[in-house]
Every structure is written in structure tokens, then in C-alpha cells.
T-cell receptor, first 113, second 112 residues
Framework: AQSVTQPDIHITVSEGASLELRCNYSYGATPYLFWYVQSPGQGLQLLLK??????LVQGIKGFEAEFKRSQSSFNLRKPSVHWSDAAEYFCAAQTGGGNKLTFGTGTQLKVEL | DAGVIQSPRHEVTEMGQEVTLRCKPISGHDYLFWYRQTMMRGLELLIY????????DSGMPEDRFSAKMPNASFSTLKIQPSEPRDSAVYFC??????????FGSGTQLSVL
């Protein structure tokens, strides 16, 4: 079955430290891949997406993600975390435009000052 | 554009009552999605529409749930009768060509 796995439920980092959030997918073919962020009481906002081409994708707010086919992974990174990055982050996958988007269970990021 | 607009933001109702959630997608978007978010199950796709036509409703939990999209600028999700286990945050999202989704702020539903 198609699935998206985020193995880390909670992550705590210090402000200014680097961040990596993990995401693995299980699909027959390479899906479209997304990272969304959800702030408390808000809907989800798209950070970045990967459809094809360059495996390192740049997004908003200084985030980037790297697609690794051999590892079926699409990990989200940021070199220096800001306190305002504290939120929940969701990885998602889709087999093509207009098809069902499947979300991971999310990773809650806490930033210590 | 004001983004995806959902109403109400919060809804508290008693078990057995009918609940109607509303969504106005972004103008020009041709896809509309209804998601439910709970601690236990995360984000679940309930149903989605393309050009006002329901495409996949396999996520609708049971017959108590129904969704309509009478025109390109409005959709409703109805629960009748509501039950406590329906308590969740319900999100509406819209997109162009079904790719990048724009989410509303959600409706927090509490069924007592």
C-alpha cells in the first residue's frame, strides 16, 4: 500500500542549530513529494515540492529538501533554525496531479531559545 | 485573493445534531479537498472534487457524512447525525490542477 512515514513524532532543537526532518515513502513509482508546515490553529502551508529533475529542492523560509531515490526518502533541512519555525511539519506524496495526496503523521518541532 | 475561507472556525454541538461546514475555495481553482485531522489518525482525506464533481469519496467514514459542491465557489460538508467521535478539525483545501494545495484555517468541531 502507498504510504508516507515520518519516523520522528517530536524533535527539539536549539535556535541557530541545523535541522533535518525525515520522510520516507512507499510507492510503486516515484511520486510527487511535498513538505507542508502547520502552525497552531492554522491550516497547512506548502514549504516545497518535488516533481522531477534536480533532487535538491529549495523552498520558502530557508528550507530545502533532498530526494534520494535509493533510500525512498525526502528529508527536510534547514541550516539554522529560528524560534518561529516551531510548528508541525508534514511530508506528503501524490502519484500525480489530481490524485490523492497522502500525508505522513507529522513531526512536531520545538525550538529552544 | 483571500485564500480558502472556511466557516465556522469553531462549532460546538450536541450528539445527534446536524452539522454543516462550509468552504469557499480560491477563485479559479478546479480541485477542492476535504480533510479531517485528529490526534489519533492524523490528516485523512475525506473527499475531493474536480470541477465540482466528486472524484473520490472513499475516505468518507460512513453515510452520516455527505459533501456537496453546487458551484465552483462553494462546498459543504454535512454530518447528520453527529457523534462525539466526529470531533476533529476539518480542513478544506483547493488547488489548480490538483497539485499545490492551499488550505483553509479549518473548522474545530466538538460534538458533546
Amino acid at each position: 500500500a502507498q504510504s508516507v512515514t515520518q519516523p520522528d513524532i517530536h524533535i527539539t532543537v536549539s535556535e541557530g542549530a541545523s535541522l533535518e526532518l525525515r520522510c520516507n515513502y512507499s510507492y510503486g513509482a516515484t511520486p510527487y513529494l511535498f513538505w507542508y508546515v502547520q502552525s497552531p490553529g492554522q491550516g497547512l502551508q506548502l514549504l516545497l515540492k518535488y516533481f522531477s529533475g534536480d533532487t535538491l529542492v529549495q523552498g520558502i523560509k530557508g528550507f530545502e529538501a533532498e530526494f534520494k531515490r535509493s533510500q525512498s526518502s525526502f528529508n527536510l533541512r534547514k541550516p539554522s533554525v529560528h524560534w518561529s519555525d516551531a510548528a508541525e511539519y508534514f511530508c506528503a506524496a501524490q502519484t500525480g496531479g489530481g490524485n490523492k495526496l497522502t500525508f505522513g503523521t507529522g513531526t512536531q518541532l520545538k525550538v529552544e531559545l | 485573493d483571500a485564500g480558502v475561507i472556511q466557516s465556522p472556525r469553531h462549532e460546538v454541538t450536541e450528539m445527534g445534531q446536524e452539522v454543516t461546514l462550509r468552504c469557499k475555495p480560491i477563485s479559479g481553482h478546479d480541485y477542492l479537498f476535504w480533510y479531517r485531522q485528529t490526534m489519533m489518525r492524523g490528516l485523512e482525506l475525506l473527499i475531493y472534487f474536480n470541477n465540482n464533481v466528486p472524484i473520490d469519496d472513499s475516505g468518507m467514514p460512513e453515510d452520516r457524512f455527505s459533501a456537496k459542491m453546487p458551484n465552483a465557489s462553494f462546498s459543504t460538508l454535512k454530518i447528520q447525525p453527529s457523534e462525539p467521535r466526529d470531533s476533529a478539525v476539518y480542513f478544506c483545501a483547493s488547488s489548480l490542477r490538483g497539485e499545490k494545495l492551499f488550505f483553509g484555517s479549518g473548522t474545530q468541531l466538538s460534538v458533546l
